[in-house]
């Protein structure tokens, strides 16, 4: 009976790894496969025979290698590589390109009973979501670069952020005080040491330049270099935050003021000898002129450029402000649809009805206070990897993370069709990979369980914060609601509100927990629990 038991424990547990999203190979001490799964046969297009269990995984890597896996070069030492590294796992994924151009997350760890266990994953998604995103950081970069005038981007702590190459060619400084992430104040210190704002208080020039990049007037003003260069330097605030300051080379401009003060002297000096000298006085108004006409065009055209410019500078800050709130909040799938146009801007403020999904730990408080903070650290890392392959794959938006607790938003900014059953077949995927992680928490003495609410409405969805800090969030009672089942849950409870399990009730299986009194809430609850989705329903979304 004890044996019988065991081999249906097996079995499940086979079952529930050929069902991962990822592909697994577990290899003992002497690297021979132990167990891989559907997914790593799937992923690996080799003989049969070089994945039986008792088969050296070295065998496998060199059919690899000698089928163009690893690119040209030195096989024996590519597959000495990977041998050393399943040796000595150091914890840390790399990433491997295929011939058919796909690209794979490789992640290898060590088991307390000996052996190592691989875990690859399909990235190929995101890496294409990083190069089109390098590719437009690299045009924008191209842009800049060619502007005819220098220009520098600091953050709110006044952190050079970006300069480009007429920047780095005006100021003739250290590289490393023009990195991203110095301080601008070095930068100004270093040019009021060495003569660049002329005799005075060093630190009181360097004062009153940083009172005007916090604080920009939006007025230009001039500055005289110590190689008798004239800059006009403009800063303006920009809406995420920070100034942009640029710096127009007007030396010629400035030479021919000095022309047209001393042609103006000259002429008054003309004009007391006018009878002795009126040959003279017509050469000079004829200078006069010529001055005055390359005055005017020198004018206009640095007027025409700084209009250019202003205009440009403003395009690709806003930009860049759009990429960086983009991929704070959202996926990479759900901000590529709204940089393309085919979504609403998810900061924007509007009300909408959603789903919401609260998952934590059952526990965690307890483990917390008994096991040391690295371990708490690894496993909310194991802990939010998993739930974070979930909400990937269901186009789910995460409202926040608070330690053991994740609120995920369905239906915003991107509408979902279905968010009510799409939300549960996540939890139900959450509740299927935990199941594994809590085993092997519990092997390792972590008494850990899982649990889930979820509930929909309506809610005002936006920015919350302040200049500087926003934060993108949902507020109503839809959420208090969402978070008081998944405090009710036990482990591996999926808990629904009544107007979830009334949308869903014919595509699901779920058994009535009753009405519980939840805190907030004046009368009680209808909850029922998930326990799975029916057979026509179980496939996720493509």
Same mark, same amino acid.
């Given at each position: 009976?004890?044996?019988?038991?065991?081999?249906?424990?097996?079995?499940?547990?086979?079952?529930?790894?050929?069902?991962?999203?990822?592909?697994?190979?577990?290899t003992?001490?002497?690297?021979?496969?132990?167990?891989?799964?559907?997914?790593?046969?799937?992923?690996?297009?080799?003989?049969?025979a070089?994945?039986?269990?008792g088969?050296?995984?070295?065998?496998?890597?060199?059919?690899?290698?000698?089928?163009?896996?690893?690119?040209?070069?030195?096989?024996?030492?590519?597959?000495?590589?990977?041998?050393?590294?399943?040796?000595?796992?150091?914890?840390?994924?790399? &990433?491997?390109?295929?011939? $058919?151009?796909?690209? =794979?997350?490789?992640?290898r /760890?060590?088991?307390? !009973? @000996?052996? %190592?266990?691989?875990?690859?994953?399909d990235v190929?998604?995101?890496?294409?979501?990083?190069?089109?995103?390098?590719?437009?950081?690299?045009?924008?970069?191209?842009?800049?670069?060619?502007?005819?005038?220098?220009?520098?981007?600091?953050?709110?702590?006044?952190?050079?952020?970006?300069?480009?190459?007429?920047?780095?060619?005006?100021y003739?400084?250290p590289?490393?005080?023009?990195?991203?992430?110095?301080?601008?104040l070095?930068l100004?210190?270093?040019?009021?040491?060495?003569?660049?704002?002329?005799p005075?208080?060093?630190?009181?020039?360097v004062?009153?330049?940083?009172?005007?990049?916090?604080?920009p007037?939006?007025?230009?003003?001039? &500055?005289?270099?110590?190689? $008798?260069?004239w800059? =006009?330097?403009?800063r303006? /605030?920009?809406?995420? !935050? @920070?100034? %942009?300051?640029?710096?127009?080379d007007i030396?010629?401009?400035?030479?021919?003021?000095?022309d047209?003060?001393?042609a103006?002297?000259?002429?008054?000096?003309?004009?007391?000898?006018?009878?002795?000298?009126?040959?003279?006085?017509?050469?000079?108004?004829?200078?006069i002129?010529?001055?005055?006409?390359?005055l005017k065009?020198?004018?206009?055209?640095?007027?025409?450029?700084?209009?250019?410019?202003?205009?440009?500078?403003?395009?690709?800050v806003?930009?860049i402000?759009?990429?960086?709130?983009?991929?704070?909040?959202?996926s990479?799938?759900?901000?590529?649809?709204?940089?393309?146009?085919?979504?609403?801007?998810?900061?924007?403020t509007?009300?909408?009805?959603?789903?919401?999904v609260?998952?934590?730990?059952?526990?965690?408080?307890?483990?917390?206070?008994?096991?040391?903070?690295?371990?708490?650290?690894?496993?909310?890392?194991?802990?939010?990897?998993?739930?974070?392959?979930?909400?990937?794959?269901?186009?789910?938006?995460?409202e926040?993370?608070?330690?053991?607790?994740?609120?995920?938003?369905?239906?915003d900014?991107?509408?979902?069709?279905?968010?009510?059953?799409?939300?549960?077949?996540?939890?139900?995927?959450?509740?299927?990979?935990?199941?594994?992680?809590?085993?092997?928490?519990?092997?390792?003495?972590?008494?850990l369980?899982?649990?889930?609410?979820?509930?929909?409405?309506?809610?005002?969805?936006?920015?919350?914060?302040?200049?500087?800090?926003?934060?993108?969030?949902?507020i109503?009672?839809v959420?208090?609601?969402?978070a008081?089942?998944?405090g009710?849950?036990?482990?591996g409870q999926?808990?629904?509100?009544p107007?979830?399990?009334?949308?869903?009730?014919?595509?699901?299986?779920?058994?009535e927990?009753?009405?519980?009194t939840?805190?907030?809430?004046?009368?009680p609850?209808l909850?029922?629990?998930?326990?799975?989705?029916?057979?026509?329903?179980?496939?996720?979304?493509?």
């Amino acid at each position: 009976m004890k044996d019988r038991k065991l081999a249906d424990a097996e079995e499940h547990f086979r079952l529930a790894l050929d069902n991962m999203p990822g592909a697994l190979v577990y290899t003992d001490g002497d690297l021979n496969i132990v167990f891989c799964n559907d997914r790593f046969r799937e992923f690996y297009e080799v003989p049969p025979a070089l994945l039986q269990p008792g088969r050296c995984y070295a065998d496998f890597l060199r059919y690899l290698a000698d089928h163009g896996y690893y690119g040209h070069g030195d096989l024996d030492a590519k597959v000495a590589q990977r041998v050393a590294n399943l040796r000595n796992p150091t914890g840390q994924h790399f &990433d491997d390109r295929t011939p $058919d151009g796909r690209w =794979r997350r490789i992640l290898r /760890r060590r088991v307390a !009973g @000996g052996g %190592v266990i691989t875990v690859m994953t399909d990235v190929t998604e995101q890496k294409q979501v990083e190069l089109a995103l390098a590719a437009a950081q690299a045009q924008m970069q191209v842009a800049l670069d060619n502007m005819p005038g220098a220009l520098v981007y600091t953050d709110p702590g006044l952190n050079i952020v970006f300069c480009n190459d007429r920047f780095r060619e005006l100021y003739i400084v250290p590289r490393e005080l023009l990195q991203p992430g110095r301080s601008y104040l070095d930068l100004l210190r270093y040019l009021a040491a060495n003569g660049y704002y002329g005799p005075g208080d060093a630190e009181a020039q360097v004062a009153t330049r940083a009172e005007s990049l916090r604080n920009p007037s939006g007025k230009s003003f001039e &500055d005289h270099t110590p190689d $008798d260069r004239w800059l =006009r330097i403009l800063r303006q /605030r920009v809406a995420s !935050g @920070g100034a %942009v300051t640029v710096m127009t080379d007007i030396t010629e401009q400035k030479k021919a003021e000095r022309d047209l003060i001393e042609a103006t002297r000259r002429t008054e000096e003309a004009n007391k000898l006018i009878t002795e000298k009126n040959r003279v006085l017509e050469s000079l108004n004829a200078e006069i002129g010529d001055k005055n006409r390359q005055l005017k065009e020198q004018a206009a055209q640095i007027a025409e450029w700084n209009a250019r410019l202003e205009t440009r500078v403003e395009e690709q800050v806003a930009r860049i402000g759009q990429m960086a709130k983009l991929t704070r909040f959202l996926s990479p799938k759900v901000s590529d649809m709204i940089m393309s146009g085919d979504a609403d801007d998810p900061l924007k403020t509007r009300r909408k009805e959603i789903t919401v999904v609260f998952v934590d730990l059952r526990g965690f408080t307890g483990f917390t206070e008994t096991a040391e903070p690295e371990e708490v650290m690894g496993v909310l890392r194991e802990y939010h990897a998993e739930l974070g392959k979930a909400i990937l794959d269901f186009d789910g938006t995460i409202e926040h993370f608070a330690g053991d607790g994740v609120m995920i938003l369905f239906n915003d900014p991107v509408p979902v069709e279905n968010h009510e059953l799409q939300a549960i077949r996540m939890a139900l995927r959450m509740r299927e990979s935990m199941a594994s992680l809590t085993r092997a928490w519990r092997k390792r003495g972590f008494q850990l369980g899982f649990g889930v609410g979820i509930a929909s409405g309506y809610a005002t969805i936006g920015t919350i914060g302040f200049e500087g800090r926003l934060d993108y969030g949902a507020i109503g009672t839809v959420t208090n609601l969402a978070a008081r089942l998944c405090g009710e849950a036990a482990d591996g409870q999926i808990l629904v509100s009544p107007k979830i399990f009334s949308k869903t009730e014919a595509l699901v299986e779920a058994k009535e927990v009753g009405e519980l009194t939840l805190k907030g809430f004046q009368r009680p609850v209808l909850a029922h629990n998930v326990v799975g989705v029916r057979p026509a329903d179980r496939d996720p979304p493509a």
